[in-house]
């Protein structure tokens, strides 16, 4: 909510952004996907998110291999 007391009169537009900038989405994952995988990267000794990239490089591998 704005109020009345904010004073904007010194802000200068854009200041702060970066068109380079890199923007990381949260992906949801269902809890029982995000068991299964947080359970075998604990198993296999590497981070969840090494894991994941590994197997979603793969994924796009296969789907390239296809078209």
Known sequence: ???EEYDFSKAE???FFNPKAKK???IYIDADVLDYFSA???AKGVELNTMVNDLLKKDI???EGIK
Do not use: T, V
């Open 1 to 3: 909510m704005m109020h």
């Open 13 to 15: 537009r854009g200041k």
């Open 24 to 26: 990381n989405l949260p």
């Open 40 to 42: 075998k990267a604990k």
């Open 61 to 63: 591998a296969l789907i």
